[in-house]
């Protein structure tokens, strides 16, 4: 432990109702979440072990892409990692997925090698599956992107999306070790602070 | 509008008729013609041939429901000849319907055209399902002079090399000069330098298709009927006077209605997108557009938050938020109606009255919604937090999310039992941190308190009087079986208006009270005497005393009917003593904002008019006319 802290803000982002605060809740909480509630915002912290250096993945769960387009931009240029989520038993949240992408690339101009993750959620329910893993493959190589086929009500690959995540962010910003910044100064959720720290 | 919409359901009405008589003959002996436009689909798929399907009257519905999407009148063209579209997407799956039934439906429905001069748009693309070599030869050999004849034009959008061949192969050997007729289009722009293109209910394969080929549908004369985008006042008039809300609110809600109540995640999920700005262009373009076509009422809620956040002065721009910050605290306590009178009298007041009937109109939606969370899953927590966002746009998005945040929701985490979460105390939470987030969830849980009867001249106004006698004739409407004949009324209205789920006939139920007429004219929002908020709970026709008791004695304002009887008695009570008004037309209410008023007469009378016209007069003869 040290005074070194690699801090990193993740922001997740996708169509409404794909899962993404399931995804998150599973991953920063380790449970399943079951309650059918949309997001306005929600933040979270994890503290994470990576090669013996402290960092801390500050996640910010959004509402879906039909809500707030207009702090899509906010969100986008505050974050340093994206987390795309989409479900796989619904194609035409891939779209979203890609304006998003889109989105993400005019903010961030050309800088090379954003670290960007595809999540594709709802695994588990195979039997309504609409995005076949040759989608997937396809848009993999076309975008240059890793995805992950995740659920995280059967807590399948679910890290596996966020330290790949935390990976690239590490390859991309090595030399910042940042201190912890004060993260109160956006009083963004009301009263209730639902912080998770691990 | 109307006029052709019905003209469409006469003719098929007679296209089923003239089927049922002949279609015995056709299948035996394809004698009869055949249009060759159906020549042209490609043969790759040699289905089976339901040659010998069974003919039941599972089939004739089924074919009846393909045929309105698969061949239908658009008005007429630019020479002012019928023109007729169809769409081969609409084609339907060869296994669940017989094809020559359905060729001798189109064929008895092109018989009601060729009589005269017709033109032809075929929206060749997007088709998955295609008819057999059998069927199409049949079809071609079916082929008259008289349906060649009158036909002027033929459009053929969206072909495929081999739709051309063919079509060039079969026009030279068999009528250069029915060739010479047929003219190939790439884009719904250029479709629209040839026929007035806004009048064709566009499929939404076709758009889909269509965007293969261009990235935007422009029209030769840019004919904005804009929607999106443009202030409310302007639609509407500042205070309503310009007839109703917005043309795509009116359906997306009304589509809504019919379908969608039940859908999973409504207002939460997302629709197709590409799909969704097509539509919303439709709309900028004072296109036709049928919701009903697209199916999804993802589209549709979707398409309404679009709109609203696409106003460009938000419902509650940034001068509101003080006042909404200012109401008290919203609790679960039914009897509290401090917040719920605050919203009515102080905050929406504030607002510009086109705003307060927009937001009546959405909230009464949401409100129905929310009754049905238990299948569609948006209980009106749900609901406040993915529309609020649209109501709002102020400089700050930052800000903007703290004010729709919704403090004390169902708990996110299973640490904080979800009972207590939405009941904290109240008193721990001081004053001026309301939330627009908690107001909107008020609102649609409290609808029938906080918004009034509105009234609506736009729509169609015979809800109330069906209502009202039903309810006279069958008892006082404090019996407590609210369970209406709801049912049976709506298998036997199929048209859009009488199509509504058994709360709304719970609400009609208790519409009337019995009350003598001239109690109050139509009111404005929070205008009713403050001195009844005292002693009553919230009832927008506090003049009833009957109303009282009912009010009183069930505190519970979750259930429909409790909910829901407040603001509608406005309507009966303007609407004066004539209670024993048909109830012919329709029943239900979808379009209950309205005070049943001397209009309700007027335009009963003039629907029915209107409805039972054809059946004294057969209308086939006049069609061929229209254009000679």
């Known amino acids: 432990m040290a005074d070194l802290v690699y801090e990193y803000s993740v922001v997740v982002l996708g169509a409404g109702g794909v899962g993404k605060s399931a995804l998150v809740v599973r991953y920063a909480q380790g449970q399943f979440l079951s309650d059918y509630n949309p997001t306005i915002e929600e933040q979270y912290r994890c503290d994470v072990q990576l090669e013996g250096k402290n960092c801390v993945l500050d996640i910010m769960d959004t509402a879906g892409a039909e809500q707030f387009t207009a702090l899509n931009e906010v969100y986008i240029k505050r974050a340093r990692g994206f987390v795309l989520v989409f479900s796989l038993t619904q194609e035409n949240t891939l779209q979203d997925i890609d304006n998003i992408r889109q989105q993400i690339q005019m903010i961030k101009g050309q800088e090379a090698n954003i670290p960007i993750v595809v999540v594709g959620t709802k695994m588990d329910l195979a039997r309504e599956r609409e995005v076949t893993r040759d989608t997937i493959k396809e848009l993999a190589s076309k975008w240059g992107l890793p995805f992950y086929e995740t659920s995280a009500k059967n807590n399948w690959h679910v890290t596996d999306v966020f330290h790949d995540l935390l990976d690239q962010m590490r390859r991309r910003y090595p030399d910042e070790p940042l201190k912890r910044r004060k993260q109160k100064k956006k009083t963004l959720k009301g009263p209730k602070h639902r912080c998770i720290i691990m | 509008m109307s006029g052709p919409l019905t003209l469409k359901q006469r003719l098929h009405a007679l296209s089923t008729n003239i089927a049922n008589a002949a279609s015995g003959d056709q299948l035996n002996s394809p ?37 309105t999407k698969l061949i239908f009148q658009a008005g007429v063209d630019y020479e002012t000849r019928p023109m007729v579209v169809m769409n081969a997407s609409a084609l339907p799956d060869p296994r669940e319907v017989n094809y020559d ?71 030279a050997i068999i009528s250069p000069k029915f060739f010479r007729k047929i003219t190939y289009i790439d884009t719904l722009s250029e479709l629209a330098y040839h026929v007035p293109l806004t009048q064709i209910d566009i499929p939404p394969a076709v758009y889909q298709e269509n965007l293969k080929h261009e990235k935007q549908i422009n029209l030769p004369v840019p004919q904005r009927a804009n929607l999106f985008g443009v202030p409310l006042d302007e639609l509407m008039g500042f205070n309503g006077e310009k007839g109703g809300i917005p043309r795509v609110v009116k359906d997306c809600i009304q589509f809504l209605r019919n379908t969608g109540m039940q859908e999973e995640g409504l207002f939460r999920r997302s629709p197709n997108s590409a799909l969704l700005k097509q539509v919303k262009e439709a709309y900028d373009r004072g296109h036709v557009v049928s919701l009903d076509t697209f199916g999804d009422p993802h589209l549709a809620a979707v398409l309404l938050k679009k709109y609203l956040r696409d106003l460009p002065e938000p419902l509650f721009p940034e001068n509101t938020y003080p006042l909404v910050r200012k109401c008290p605290m919203p609790t679960n306590d039914p009897a509290d109606v401090s917040s719920v ?32 969370s238990a299948s569609n899953r948006m209980d009106a927590h749900n609901l406040a937090v993915v529309i609020s966002p649209n109501l709002v746009a102020g400089s700050n998005p930052l800000r903007d999310v703290t004010l729709c945040a919704i403090p004390g929701g169902p708990a996110l985490y299973p640490a904080q039992p979800p009972s207590n979460a939405s009941s904290s105390n109240p008193a721990a939470l001081t004053e001026g941190k309301t939330t627009l987030g908690l107001v909107v969830k008020l609102c649609i849980q409290r609808y029938y308190e906080i918004f009034d009867d509105l009234p609506d001249r736009t729509e169609v106004l015979s809800q109330y009087a069906s209502a009202e006698a039903t309810v006279l004739a069958s008892g006082s409407w404090s019996s407590t079986s609210p369970s ?52 009553i709970t919230p009832s927008s026709s506090a003049n009833f005393g009957t109303v009282r008791g009912r009010y009183k004695s069930t505190p519970s304002r979750d259930a429909a009917q409790s909910v829901s009887t407040s603001s509608p008695t406005n309507g009966n009570a303007v609407g004066n003593g004539g209670t024993s008004r048909r109830g012919s037309i329709a029943i239900g209410r979808g379009t209950t904002r309205k005070s049943a008023g001397a209009g309700v007469t007027a335009t009963g009378i003039t629907a029915e008019g209107f409805f039972s016209a054809p059946g004294n007069a057969p209308p086939v003869p006049l069609l061929p006319r229209i254009d000679k």
């Not at chain 2, 927009?358 to 009464?364: D, K, P, Q, Y």
């Not at chain 2, 709506?490 to 006939?505: A, F, K, T, V, Y």
């Open chain 2, 31 to 67: 004698k009869s013609p055949g249009p060759r436009i159906r020549a042209f689909f490609s043969p790759n798929a040699n289905r089976r041939q339901p040659e010998s399907g069974p003919e039941t009257v599972n089939s004739q519905d089924r074919v009846q429901e393909v045929m």
């Open chain 2, 101 to 171: 039934l359905l060729l001798a439906r189109i064929l008895s429905y092109l018989n009601l055209y060729v009589e005269s001069d017709y033109s032809v748009v075929f929206f060749a693309a997007g088709g998955r399902h295609t008819p057999g070599w059998n069927w199409v030869w049949k079809a071609y050999r079916s082929l008259s002079r008289k349906y060649r004849k009158n036909l002027k034009q033929l459009y053929i959008i969206h072909s495929n090399f081999f739709t051309k061949m063919l079509f060039s192969l079969a026009g």
């Open chain 2, 341 to 372: 009178i605050y919203i009515r009298e102080t905050l929406l007041l504030e607002l510009p009255h086109c705003s307060y009937i927009l937001l009546n109109h959405v909230f009464h939606l949401l409100h129905e919604v929310s009754l049905r």
């Open chain 2, 484 to 535: 209406f004949p709801s049912s049976p009324f709506r298998d036997s209205h199929p048209n859009r208006d009488s199509m509504h789920e058994d709360d709304e006939d719970i609400d009609d139920a208790m519409l009337v009270m019995p009350i003598g007429p001239g109690t109050s004219g139509n009111r404005l929002p929070g205008a009713s005497a403050p001195t009844s908020w005292n002693h």
